[in-house]
């Protein structure tokens, strides 16, 4: 913060010095004087609260950052488990109930191979209609 004391100083010189004609002119030039370095002053503590208010804005723009970093990842994880649920119910919905207390595998899906990943890959291209 800017010092004015030497023309605070100045001023009441202005205005109490005999030296000085004392007139109007110079009674309103000391108090123009006063009132910029009552804004000064004033603008200078706005500085500060700008300051603190910029600082918490960022903190929430990184807390922001941080919670769409997390949603961004729980839709990936939604996504997946929305296909792993979409191939279990039609597998489901497409196998043979040859007893009733479980479900077989289709005939069709004869000949799959029951690692994850190929099971995964023949469900899904028999969900589109095509050929494993």
């Known amino acids: 913060m800017a010092d004015y004391s030497e023309l605070k100083h100045l001023v009441d010189r202005v205005l109490t010095d005999r030296r000085f004609c004392g007139d109007e ?4 030039l000391a108090d123009g004087v006063l009132a910029l ?4 002053e004033n603008l200078a503590g706005c500085d500060k609260a700008y300051a603190e208010v910029w ?3 960022r903190g929430l723009q990184s807390e922001m950052d941080e919670i769409v970093a997390e949603r961004d990842q729980l839709k990936a994880e939604n996504e ?3 296909q792993d649920a979409d191939r279990y ?4 919905d497409k ?3 040859v007893h009733q207390f479980y479900l077989s595998v ?3 899906f004869t000949g799959v191979r029951f690692r994850p990943q190929d099971a995964d890959n023949a469900i899904d291209a ?3 209609g095509e050929q494993p």
């Open 25 to 28: 002119n110079h009674k309103a």
């Open 37 to 40: 370095i009552a804004e000064n």
């Open 55 to 57: 600082e918490k804005a």
């Open 80 to 82: 997946a488990l929305r």
């Open 89 to 92: 119910q039609w597998l489901r």
């Open 95 to 97: 196998s043979e109930a």
């Open 106 to 108: 289709p005939l069709w």
């Open 126 to 128: 028999m969900s589109k």
